[in-house]
């Protein structure tokens, strides 16, 4: 099994950057493709972005392209989230999940506890 844990949330101005983190543990944790998403208060969960397991084909959502930027290293065992040009609709809280579909799966081997990211105008 896969567990993750999310961190590098926090309150940011409007424009600004944020980089999160999901660190993975586990004998398999490499060979999952891994996943971010986000859900706003009163809202669905969202998918966000996608990264194969060999770390190739990046998925974005629309909402998200050109400002944000996923990519992992298994060296390390974390996937990160760059985000870049932060907007008030980004607030949300942020999670990673593991799964073996791509870009997204049916259902997820593990999901992280989730990161508040509040940007302000």
């Known amino acids: 099994q896969v567990q993750l844990v999310e961190s590098g949330g926090g309150l940011v101005q409007a424009g600004g950057s944020l980089r999160l983190s999901c660190a993975a543990s586990g004998r398999t944790s490499s060979a999952y493709n891994m996943n971010w998403f986000r859900q706003a208060t009163g809202k669905e969960r969202e998918p966000i972005a996608a990264i194969t397991w060999r770390g190739t084909s990046p998925y974005y959502a629309d909402s998200v392209k050109g400002r944000f930027t996923i990519s992992r290293d298994d060296a390390k065992n974390t996937v990160y989230l760059q985000m870049n040009s932060l907007k008030p609709e980004d607030t949300a809280v942020y999670y990673c999940?593991?799964?073996?579909?791509?870009?997204?799966?049916?259902?997820?081997?593990?999901w992280g506890q989730g990161t508040q990211v509040t940007v302000s105008s």
């Open positions: 999940a593991a799964g073996r579909g791509y870009p997204f799966s049916d259902t997820y081997e593990s």
